[in-house]
Antibody, heavy 127, light 109 residues
Framework: QITLWESGPTLVKPTQTLTLTCTFS??????????VGWIRQPPGKALEWLAL???????RYSPSLKSRLTITKDTSKNQVVLTMTNMDHMDTATYYCAHARRRYHFLTGYYGELDYWGRGTLVPVSS | QSALTQPASVSGSPGQSITISCTGTNSDVGNYNIVAWYQQHPGKAPKLIIYEGSERPSGVSNRFSGSKSGNAASLTISGLQAEDEADYYCCSYEGGSTFFGGGTRLTVL
């Protein structure tokens, strides 16, 4: 059974760096094709994909947020960490992590299909 | 960069069928049908209900179906039930990145 859960600060101040950890069970980065992605959702708004890391350490980032994001993994701990620099009140959102299956289409290349999601963690940004 | 357009809201009565559209361009949805759909109840995490355009994960009701016509993907829910009231998001991919639509609120009257 695949389970993921997010952990992080209960409050972040503007200009600070956010560090979020996704801890998972039921799968491993030792398995080919596995990935973990991050997605966020501001209150009352739509989902926004942030980043994804695969078992082979291939990393993908949202083009609009790439300069602020870093995603890493710890295979032995079954964890993925996302950092986002220079936080702003507009970054207030629920942040989700999700298991991804790497798939391929000849017209767009590899992509990560997000199939199991954590419950999310709300990160308010306020001074 | 992909931009997927969904209607803000749709509604239907129990037992009816509804369709939610997800309009892209001929560079993404129009070019390949790998759209995914997610259902999200208030305060809950999204749940994958359709992948690769029309495939259903194990355990998802066959009342949910996906299709594509031109530059638009569609999610159809047949035999509408009260529990289907939720937000629905389409999702596509380009250049290794993932893009979500703006979401559609389904109200069961």
């Amino acid at each position: 059974q695949i389970t993921l859960w997010e952990s992080g600060p209960t409050l972040v101040k503007p200009t600070q760096t956010l560090t979020l950890t996704c801890t998972f069970s039921g799968f491993s980065f030792r398995t080919s094709g596995v990935g973990v992605g991050w997605i966020r959702q501001p209150p009352g708004k739509a989902l926004e994909w942030l980043a994804l890391i695969y078992w082979n350490d291939d990393k993908r980032y949202s083009p609009s947020l790439k300069s602020r994001l870093t995603i890493t993994k710890d295979t032995s701990k079954n964890q993925v960490v996302l950092t986002m620099t220079n936080m702003d009140h507009m970054d207030t959102a629920t942040y989700y992590c999700a298991h991804a299956r790497r798939r391929y289409h000849f017209l767009t290349g590899y992509y990560g299909e997000l199939d199991y999601w954590g419950r999310g963690t709300l990160v308010p940004v306020s001074s | 960069q992909s931009a997927l357009t969904q209607p803000a809201s749709v509604s239907g009565s129990p037992g009816q069928s509804i369709t939610i559209s997800c309009t892209g361009t001929n560079s993404d949805v129009g070019n390949y049908n790998i759209v995914a759909w997610y259902q999200q109840h208030p305060g809950k995490a999204p749940k994958l209900i359709i992948y690769e355009g029309s495939e259903r994960p194990s355990g998802v009701s066959n009342r949910f179906s996906g299709s594509k016509s031109g530059n638009a993907a569609s999610l159809t829910i047949s035999g509408l039930q009260a529990e289907d009231e939720a937000d629905y998001y389409c999702c596509s991919y380009e250049g290794g990145s993932t893009f979500f639509g703006g979401g559609t609120r389904l109200t069961v009257l």
